[in-house]
């Protein structure tokens, strides 16, 4: 009798023991990779934060190149300068998203104002130049947008499933938030010939 209840504790503390081990691993591996998820989160905030700095950088240039050739339009020019200020400044991804809209906004307008009224400048070599710089970082930031959307889906994912969906709330890690177009973005621009 002895023997047998000895052989069932044993069997039972060492199962207890087991689920306790395997619990404890879950929790450091599910710890583990959520911050592994923030850290990528916020290595790719930082990419587009980089290339909306670039573009940043790139609009002095774009505004002295057009000096040049335009007694431009103050109010315009300092709706970009303001724009450029506000995405300089910005901190998140929905402040981002939100300074980024009003900068291409800006410079839409902008620069379509001043290529209307100086057609002779869309053949400047500087002009063109810059133009194809704007748009290169413009792909870049549309990269850097779509990679971060889906490390957030990912980490998104992995704190909701479960069981890591328990160690999430019990570690206080919470979903993060998209990299969304402005309201502006849906709507369709207005082309005049």
């Not at 619990?23 to 934060?49: D, R, W």
């Not at 909306?52 to 040049?68: C, H, M, Y």
């Not at 869309?122 to 413009?138: C, H, I, N, R, W």
Request: aromatic fraction near 10%; hydrophobic fraction near 40%; charge should be negative.
């Amino acid at each position: 009798m002895k023997k047998g209840l000895i052989i069932t504790l044993a069997v039972t503390g060492g199962a207890i023991i087991l689920s306790i081990l395997i619990l404890v691993i879950m929790g450091i591996t599910s710890y583990n990779g959520f911050v592994a998820g923030e850290e990528t989160l916020k290595e790719k905030q930082s990419t587009i934060s980089v290339q909306l700095q670039r573009r940043a950088d790139l609009i002095p240039n774009f505004v002295e190149t057009v000096k040049g050739y335009s007694d431009y339009e103050q109010s315009t020019f300092l709706a970009v300068t303001e724009a450029r200020t506000a995405v300089m400044k910005a901190n998140g991804a929905e402040e981002q998203a939100a300074a980024s809209a009003q900068l291409d906004n800006a410079i839409d307008v902008w620069v379509n104002a001043i290529t209307e009224a100086y057609p002779e400048l869309k053949a400047s070599e500087q002009y063109v130049a810059l133009q194809d710089e704007l748009a290169g970082t413009e792909n870049r930031i549309a990269k850097a947008r779509t990679d971060y959307n889906e490390s957030v889906s990912e980490y998104n994912k992995s704190i909701r499933r479960f069981p890591k969906n328990i160690f999430a709330s019990m570690f206080g890690f919470e979903e993060a938030e998209y990299f969304e177009a402005d309201e502006a973005a849906n709507t369709v621009p207005k082309v005049e010939f």
